[in-house]
């Protein structure tokens, strides 16, 4: 029900923005994460936003990311600026209306991730 897109390969310092699409409305009834897994690591949250607007972001990309929403497109967003090496990983979103679900990440599913490659 969930499709992240817009990865791809950038330059250090460089930006991304990567989508989030619904299938419905079910960002009017959830909140939503933005989580990224990285070769050999365990999946961590990145930002998550909650029904009100709400944000919360990872010590690492704070200053850095933006979460946001289109509720009228059913899309959520997260703006990734100065890139770094270490932002590579698989980026995944996923919807919860219980806040804490979304900021522990757990999910019994989870949709195609969208790759995040950031060169030297």
């Known amino acids: 029900q969930l499709q992240a897109s817009g990865g791809g390969l950038v330059q250090a310092g460089g930006s991304l923005r990567l989508s989030c699409a619904a299938s419905?409305?079910?960002?009017?009834?959830?909140?939503v994460g933005w989580y990224r897994q990285a070769p050999g690591k365990e999946r961590e949250l990145v930002a998550a936003?909650?029904?009100?607007?709400?944000?919360n972001y990872a010590d690492s990309v704070k200053g850095r990311a933006t979460i946001s929403r289109d509720i009228a497109k059913n899309t959520v967003y997260l703006q990734m600026n100065s890139l770094k090496p270490e932002d590579t990983a698989v980026y995944y979103c996923?919807?919860?209306?219980?806040?804490?679900?979304?900021?522990?990440?757990?999910?019994?599913?989870w949709g195609q991730g969208t790759l995040v490659t950031v060169s030297s």
């Open positions: 419905g409305s079910i960002f009017r009834k959830n909140s």
């Open positions: 936003i909650t029904l009100s607007g709400s944000t």
């Open positions: 996923n919807a919860d209306p219980r806040w804490r679900t979304v900021l522990a990440g757990v999910f019994g599913s």
